[in-house]
């Protein structure tokens, strides 16, 4: 069965520095999607970043990249420069192409500090 | 030009009152989801429609009835509502079913029952 796993509950980071949230996950299907969420505090979930399995270079979005490591099974974020803005919790997600939910982790609450 | 919206935003309600989410995306997707988010913060589906047909009922109770008249709406009606159903209901979006489909969420609703 599939299952994401963030192990951080809680990350800090000063203002300007890169921060990676760690997301495993597990799955027997080889073909599958992870992404990553953001939840501000507002409530509002924000789609930041995807990657495929079958994608041969890691994904990147401005200031967010994702670390794919496919025999690791990990899929970590990484923010550049972090922001005020980017304090949040952080969700990883994965879809297997074979059904159609997607699962998320638990959650990583980010604190970004002046 | 907001892609996903839910109504309505708060609801607040009494135990064993009847009550419904609507929710409307006008990005053109062909498939639509629900999801709650309990107090902690977890994720997880409850329903996915594609094309007005039911795809994913996730062993959530049938006094939760999910209705979609065409495919830019999917409603949630709860039927005699308990306090376990307080939560953050989320409906989303992608353009089709498949792991490399994108979600998009709406803001939310958030339910608290009394």
């Known amino acids: 069965a599939q299952k994401i796993t963030q192990t951080q509950p809680g990350m800090f980071v000063q203002e300007k520095e890169a921060v990676t949230l760690d997301c495993t996950y597990d799955?027997?299907?080889?073909?599958?999607?992870l992404f990553w969420y953001k939840q501000p505090s507002s409530g509002e979930m924000i789609f930041l970043i995807y990657?495929?399995?079958?994608?041969?270079q890691n994904a990147t979005e401005g200031r967010y990249s994702l670390n794919f490591q496919k025999a690791r099974k990990s899929a970590n974020l990484v923010i550049s420069a972090s922001q005020l803005g980017d304090s949040a919790m952080y969700f990883c997600?994965?879809?297997?192409?074979?059904?159609?939910?997607?699962?998320f982790g638990t959650g990583t609450r980010l604190q970004v500090f002046p | 030009d907001t892609a996903v919206s839910q109504t309505p935003k708060y609801l607040v309600t009494q135990m064993g009152n009847d009550k419904s989410i609507k929710c409307e995306q006008n990005?053109?997707?062909?498939?639509m989801y629900w999801y709650k988010q309990d107090s902690k913060k977890f994720l997880k589906i409850m329903f996915s429609?594609?094309?007005?047909?039911?795809?994913i009922n996730e062993t959530v109770p049938n006094r939760f009835s999910p209705k979609s008249p065409d495919k830019a709406h999917l409603n949630l009606h709860i039927n005699s509502l308990e306090l376990g159903d307080s939560a953050v209901y989320f409906c989303?979006?992608?353009?089709?079913?498949?792991?490399?489909?994108?979600?998009?969420f709406g803001p939310g609703t958030r339910l608290l029952v009394l």
């Open positions: 799955t027997s299907d080889p073909s599958y999607g």
């Open positions: 997600a994965m879809r297997e192409w074979n059904t159609d939910k997607l699962i």
């Open positions: 989303a979006s992608s353009l089709s079913q498949g792991g490399g489909e994108t979600q998009y």
């Open positions: 429609y594609n094309n007005k047909e039911l795809i």
């Open positions: 990657q495929g399995s079958y994608d041969q």
């Open positions: 990005l053109g997707h062909d498939t």
